[in-house]
Each structure stands twice: as C-alpha cells, then as structure tokens.
C-alpha cells in the first residue's frame, strides 16, 4: 500500500494497531493456557515496517546542529511533532557518513526509523578524486540505513530519495545482497523488501529509483554468476542460466558449441579449452533497441569459468577465487540485461566465449603456437597468461558486424591489484572520447576507471621476436598489463576500441565500498551501463539539434 494512502488513514491505523495489540493478548493468553497443558503453538510477530531517512552535518563542526534532508524534516514536523529532531540530539554527536541512529516507536506508522549521515551540504564533484562525493554519501547512507534495520528483520524498509534516487536505490539493494544461496533456509540472512519513500507534499523521482534498481540489480546478477562454485558454473552451465536470465528480457541468446567454434577458426580460444574435458561455449548476445540498420556496440567479456593456471600453475591463494575469472562475462550478461529493461535507444552484440582453462592431457604447453585467423602466429610463453589467447578470436569476429566500437572486459592481469588495489579498473583504449566517456561514467556511479598507455612501447615488447609474429608475454621487466592491451590490439582492425581490465576489482573484502559485503564484486557493471546509457543520451541529445 502507497505511503501516502498509510498516511491518510493513520485514525484507522491507530484503531487497526489496538485491533491487533488486543488480538496478541489474547493470543498470548491462549498461549500460556495451552503451554501449561502442554501445547505448542508459537504466537509470529506481526510484520514490521522501517524508515531510512538522512542528515547533513558539517564533520568537522562539533557546534552543528545538523539538517534534516527535506523528506525528513517532514516526516519530523508532521508526524512525530518534532521529537524525531530532539532525540536525535539526545542521543549524542549526529551521525557522520556511514553512521546510522535507529528511533522506536516514534509514531505508529513505523516501528523504527533509521537517520544516516550524509555527511557535509556542500558535497559535489571533486575534480582530484574524480568521484561525484554526494552521490556516494547517499550510497553509503542508504546502504547502512537498510543494514541496521536488516539486522532487526524489519519486514518493508521504506528508503527516502536522498536528493538523488538513484544513487539511493544503488546503494539500498547492492547493500542487501549476500552470497548465500548454498546455505540451508533457515540458516540464511533476513531480507526484507525495500521501498522508495515518498511524501505527497515533496517531488518524488520514480524514475530514478528504477533506474537505480535495473543497475544495482545488474550488479548483483553479476556478482551471483562470479560466486556460484566452478562446479555448478561450468561453460554448460553458464549458458544454461544466461538463457533463463535472458528468457523474455528482449535480449537474444545463441549458444554456439565447438564444432562451430571450429568452423570459425578460432584456434586461440580452442586452445585455451582443451586441456579441460569441459566443451567451451560461445554465447552471442543481441539487442536491438534502435533501427536495425543502426551499427552496434560490440561487447566482449572473458569467460574463464575456472583458472588454474594450465601447465604452469597458480598458487593456492591465487586459485581460491578463480572462480570468478568469467567476471568479464558476468559483467557483459548483466548490462545487457539491464540495457534491455531500461529500453535504450541502441542496438548491442555481446559475444562471450566460455571455456575452462584446466591442466590436462591435452593442455597448451610453453612454447606451442597458435595460428590465427588474422594470420598471425601466437607464441605461448606462459600457459597462466591465457585471458588474451580468450579473447583474441572474439574480437576477430566482433569486426563481422561493422560496430560502432568494441569494448572488451576482462580480468587478464593481477598486477593491476598492485597499482591501484581495489579502488579502480584499468582502462586502455585507442579513442579519447571513449576514454572521456567512460571517465565520466565512473564519476556518476563511484566505480572508477583509470586509463592506462597503449604505447608503441608495449607492442615492441610482444612482437619482439624473429621466430612468431606476436607473444602472449612478451620481454622486458614488469608491465604485464600494459602488455596485454597492446598484445590485444595487434588483433583489431582500424576502429575504436576499449579494453577494461577488472581482475583488482573482482573481489572486495566488504571495506572497500560500504554497500558491497564482501565476496565477488560484479564490478564495473554499472559503470558500463551508465557508459552505454549517457552514449544513447548524447546522440538523441544531439539528433534534436
């Protein structure tokens, strides 16, 4: 039932809650009665709504009374004649960014009420940190708001807008995910539905609260598909639930098996396959949200499904979350999904190729090599290098279909982990107006991107060598992200191009962002879809001009 129509019934409500006080009593009474003969019926606790509403207060300013954001001082003036304001005060400093007050019981509409910090009024862009501070306050509020009502398993939370819905819906559903799927029910965490709050008397932005659903519910669908056991994720079966996830969604799906794979002549990524006894798959993704005679952006995502390494194998504490290798894919499946639910205006092919790399009789060794459709020759210098031999024959045949620009995303390289820990991906591309569009992407959903050189330099390095035209390592000291961009686009023709290397942001310990538990991350999906998103609003923008 719609706020407002609680709200206006509130002398009804008041009649309906003795109603129900009485009918606990006597419950109560009936279950003492039968305790004494020996009964056992349990009296359930009616369900219970919560509240998630916000202040400004100046950090740094002891003497600041703090401001209610508008929802708030509504609610505080017209439903609880003030005492949300005064006890707020009496229970000690007011709550700074990612800190939460939680009130009982202050009118009958809601059993308690969740007031979070926003942190300064002034919060906007910071051009150093590349980073829009007051969408992510309302993130990180909304976040802890519903995690502290969570814990008291209230059954609706409704959450106000925080000025921006978006970000508040963002940072409200990612917070309430949880992996836990493989665990017994009863053993589960509590979760409660969400809700925008809205007052009659205040504009309420619906739109934006979608908007902010279809991403972080992206997000989330991204981070289930990273966490589900390599077992119970395996290329099959990966393309099994890509087709249930998709069914309906107006996003079409081709499973493609080996045997095509093969007619394609796409020898790299067979070859990463075949030391598993796993087939690999290859899943071509469509959407068209435009004329069809519009050209399409070309999504490639990495789906490793499981990485051990091959031949030269990875340590234990780097194997334990290779499950989430096909991160690239995760992320590619849930924009996709998310594109097709907010109707854009663009048509997408998303090419995915899915395939274990296991150690096996049949594995790649050190020194084989590989001749591509481009023909050029690819020299395996390292077996545990194989993210760019995934990608390579994908992005020969993203060039079928004329797109306007191709963007790959994958988790090629831990030495981004050590440049920039978990705060951002890597980004290399050949266009600036690429690289400026998805910059400004990140800084409207506080998942940033940093852009790294595609030199000349790098391509030396992978092409170095007499025997073979390019190597999947390549000479020199260090670089190793830097080397795989440019071992990549030695297999692109002229055209824009974007690679986007995630593997540092894969997992996150549940500090790094304080909406994201911790576990797999689905990151930069919402980056990408915003980068999609302002690409469609910009050309409608400019067709009317």
């Not at 409704?158 to 990612?174: I, K, L, Q, T």
Request: proline share 5%; with cysteine.
């Amino acid at each position: 039932m719609p706020v407002h129509t609680l709200l206006w019934m509130r002398p009804f409500r008041r009649a309906k809650l003795l109603e129900q006080f009485l009918t606990t009593v006597s419950r109560r009474s009936v279950h003492h009665a039968q305790s004494a003969v020996g009964g056992t019926e349990k009296c359930s606790r009616p369900p219970s709504r919560g509240l998630v509403l916000g202040i400004y207060a100046d950090e740094h300013d002891r003497e600041d009374n703090g401001l209610l954001t508008p929802s708030a001082a509504r609610y505080n003036e017209s439903y609880t004649n003030g005492a949300l304001m005064d006890m707020l005060h009496l229970a000690g400093p007011l709550p700074k960014r990612g800190q939460t007050r939680i009130f009982f019981n202050l009118e009958p509409t809601y059993s308690a009420v969740a007031v979070c910090g926003l942190g300064s009024e002034c919060l906007g862009y910071d051009s150093a940190e590349k980073l829009d501070l007051s969408k992510e306050a309302i993130r990180v509020a909304a976040a802890s708001g519903c995690r502290a009502l969570q814990k008291l398993e209230t059954n609706r939370i409704y959450v106000e807008d925080f000025g921006h819905a978006e970000s508040a819906a963002e940072g409200a559903h990612m917070s309430m995910w949880i992996n836990q799927k493989m665990k017994k029910p009863e053993e589960r965490k509590f979760m409660p539905q969400l809700q925008l709050y809205y007052d009659p008397q205040l504009p309420c932005d619906a739109n934006g609260w979608k908007i902010g659903l279809a991403k972080a519910e992206a997000q989330n669908l991204a981070r289930e598909l990273q966490e589900a056991p390599a077992n119970h994720m395996t290329p099959t079966t990966f393309a099994q639930n890509v087709v249930q996830i998709l069914c309906n969604s107006g996003v079409n799906v081709e499973v493609k098996v080996r045997s095509w794979a093969e007619s394609q002549g796409m020898t790299s990524f067979l070859t990463v396959a075949k030391g598993s006894c796993e087939p690999p798959i290859f899943l071509e993704l469509s959407y068209y949200g435009t004329n069809l005679k519009e050209r399409p952006i070309v999504l490639v995502g990495q789906g490793n499904t499981y990485d051990s390494g091959g031949i030269c194998a990875k340590k234990l504490h780097a194997l334990k979350d290779m499950r989430g290798d096909m991160a690239g894919a995760a992320c590619v499946v849930a924009t996709c999904r998310a594109i097709a639910a907010l109707k854009l205006p663009v048509n997408i092919r998303a090419l995915i190729p899915l395939c274990e790399h296991m150690i096996g009789y049949n594995a790649m060794k050190p020194g084989d090599v590989i001749p591509v459709k481009n023909g050029k020759s690819i020299e395996v210098v390292n077996t545990d290098y194989e993210g760019p031999l995934v990608l390579v024959d994908a992005l020969l045949y993203a060039t079928s279909f004329g797109p306007k620009y191709i963007v790959d995303v994958s988790t090629i390289s831990d030495h981004v982990l050590g440049s920039f820990g978990k705060v951002c991906s890597a980004v290399f591309t050949n266009s600036e107006d690429l690289w400026q569009r998805i910059k400004n992407a990140g800084v409207h959903t506080g998942d940033r991107v940093w852009r790294l050189p595609l030199w000349d330099y790098f391509s030396q390095q992978m092409c170095s060598v007499q025997h073979v035209d390019v190597q999947n390592y390549g000479r020199g000291v260090g670089g190793e992200a830097c080397k795989a961009a440019a071992f990549l686009r030695e297999f692109l023709p002229c055209g824009q191009w974007m690679h986007i290397d995630a593997h540092n942001v894969m997992t996150t310990k549940g500090e790094d962002y304080p909406y994201l538990r911790r576990g797999m991350a689905g990151r930069p999906t919402r980056t990408l879809i915003e980068f999609i998103a302002q690409a469609c609003c910009k050309e409608k923008f400019s067709s009317h001009h």
